[in-house]
């Protein structure tokens, strides 16, 4: 993933994941490094602003963008970030496979 904050998290449910190593089993007991990435389905709540997703292991995050939601499908594709184990999460929103917004929603990165 790229280190800058402000480039989009890829559609992974377009292009895949780019993977230099062999996938292995998740096995939470013990970790020692972790990096996730995923693409989510997400809830907006128009009157709070707040888009809502669970996101694997890390569970529900809710967060606000500075912009309104056009309608139409909406997805969080996201990025754990941190050299070992998560210290934050880089998610871009995507609207019709469009990205509008792109951040760091839980932590830092």
């Known amino acids: 993933m790229s280190q ?3 480039d989009p998290v ?3 449910a377009a292009v895949g994941f780019e993977t230099k190593s062999t996938p292995a089993q998740l096995a939470l007991p013990g970790v020692q490094a972790l990096a996730i ?3 989510v389905s997400a ?3 128009p009157s709070t ?3 809502c997703i669970h ?3 890390i569970g529900n995050i809710c967060f606000k963008i500075p912009i309104p939601l056009p309608p139409g499908e909406l997805k969080v594709c996201a990025s ?8 934050g999460l880089k998610a871009s929103v995507y609207v019709n496979n469009i990205v509008i917004f792109t951040g760091v929603i839980w932590g830092h990165c």
Not at 80 to 87: S, Y
């Open 37 to 39: 990435s995923a693409c």
């Open 55 to 57: 996101f694997p292991v």
């Open 43 to 45: 809830t907006y709540n």
């Open 4 to 6: 800058n904050t402000n």
């Open 49 to 51: 602003g707040e888009i």
């Open 10 to 12: 890829p559609n992974f």
């Open 80 to 87: 754990t970030c941190g050299p070992f184990i998560p210290t």
